[in-house]
């Protein structure tokens, strides 16, 4: 009976374990030169559903980060 207990315990955690349906998309936007660009505007477009994600904006360094996105083929659009 405790061998049943103990197995049935072990088991448990793994029952808790979430699966994880988005991620994040990351980047810096630097131009030609290599230069960094500030306050750029990103935007991700859904290639398979033709839906577009919020915009976001990039920092001081030109760095994004979109996150919650869902697995899908994106084109990006930088203005």
Not at 14 to 24: E, K, M, R, Y
Not at 58 to 72: C, H, K, L, R
Request: charged fraction near 10%; proline fraction near 4%.
């Amino acid at each position: 009976m405790s061998g049943c207990l103990v197995a049935a315990l072990c088991l448990l955690p793994l029952g808790a374990l979430a699966q994880v349906t988005t991620g994040s998309v990351t980047g810096r936007v630097v131009d030609q030169s290599g230069s960094v660009i500030p306050a750029a505007q990103i935007v991700l477009i859904s290639e398979s559903q033709n839906t577009r994600t919020a915009a976001v904006k990039t920092n001081g360094s030109g760095d994004y980060v979109v996150p919650n996105v869902t697995a899908d083929t994106y084109s990006i659009e930088v203005t």
